[in-house]
């Protein structure tokens, strides 16, 4: 997986259209397909909503699956 996620954030603007491209770490047992979706659905209205410019996609990369520690 991804150490500096900051860096699994790119954004390109073209005149009044934007694309994201993002890189997610997962917990293991969730659905990628279903989080990934709600994500980008999620990205899609805030960055239209906020500032009026159209989304033309919101790309996923899954950086990692996490995997939890049995206590």
């Known amino acids: 997986g991804m150490k500096n996620l900051s860096k699994g954030v790119k954004v390109d603007i073209s005149e009044d259209q934007v694309s994201v491209d993002l890189s997610l770490n997962m917990k293991y047992g969730y659905s990628i397909p279903a989080v990934s979706e709600k994500v980008q659905e999620k990205?899609?209205?805030?960055?239209?909503?906020?500032?009026?410019?159209?989304?033309?996609?919101?790309?996923?990369?899954?950086?990692?699956?996490?995997?939890?520690?049995?206590?």
């Not at 899609?44 to 206590?71: F, H, P, Q």
């Open 43 to 71: 990205v899609k209205t805030a960055i239209e909503n906020m500032t009026g410019l159209s989304v033309m996609d919101v790309n996923i990369k899954i950086a990692g699956v996490s995997l939890e520690e049995a206590r």
